[in-house]
């Protein structure tokens, strides 16, 4: 088991930028990837970006398009943390951002979701 608790969320003006945070306890040897989500109201959730945990993965990242050159994501092994940094916003990006975490194994856990508003 996996348990993922998100931070970082909140309000940001258009152009402003906020920086997402999920730490990760449980079985975290196990983790292959983690990444980030995004449900907009009345959509399903969305991949905004995901990065490799595992070595096999080569730590590699992958983005949305939506949010490519504005959004970044790391991460910091030791800490077993993920960060989402996210720069440039647009009130396009209002949306609870949840956390996800797959394991070696093919199952997902998540975390429990952070608010994101962005408006002037």
């Known amino acids: 088991q996996v348990q993922l608790v998100e931070s970082g969320g909140g309000w940001a003006e258009p152009g402003g930028s906020l920086r997402l945070s999920c730490v990760a306890s449980?079985?975290?040897?196990?983790?292959?990837?983690m990444g980030w989500y995004s449900r907009f109201p009345g959509k399903q959730r969305e991949l905004i970006a995901v990065?490799?945990?595992?070595?096999?993965?080569?730590?590699?990242?992958n983005y949305a398009d939506s949010v490519k050159g504005r959004f970044t994501i790391s991460r910091d092994a030791p800490k077993n943390t993920i960060y989402l940094q996210m720069d440039r916003l647009k009130a396009e990006d209002t949306a609870v951002y949840y956390c996800k975490a797959e394991d070696n194994d093919n199952r997902s856990y998540w975390g429990q979701g952070t608010q994101v508003t962005v408006s002037s």
């Open positions: 449980g079985n975290v040897n196990n983790i292959y990837a």
């Open positions: 990065i490799g945990i595992s070595a096999a993965t080569n730590y590699a990242t």
